[in-house]
């Protein structure tokens, strides 16, 4: 049986937001990754469809994830 590596393997992009929100809180998401969505009437829903459409911000928060679960 082969498995990855990869932190984000396997992982929805919903649940990666949840587990960052859960480490971080809204606050510090937003001081570490300016956006919106994460500063102004934060919410899974609004940040979800953001990201969705955004590949840079996507790109970032999956990178802070990565961060996140290396260091733990």
Do not use: N, Q
């Not at 396997?10 to 859960?22: D, N, S």
Request: proline share 4%.
């Amino acid at each position: 049986m082969h498995t990855s590596k990869d932190p984000l393997h396997g992982v929805t992009l919903e649940k990666i937001l949840e587990a960052l929100i859960a480490h971080y809180g809204w606050a510090e998401m937003a001081r570490r990754i300016e956006i919106r969505c994460f500063m102004f009437e934060p919410s899974i829903t609004s940040s979800l469809r953001f990201l969705r459409r955004t590949p840079w911000a996507r790109a970032k928060v999956e990178e802070l994830y990565r961060e996140m679960v290396t260091s733990m």
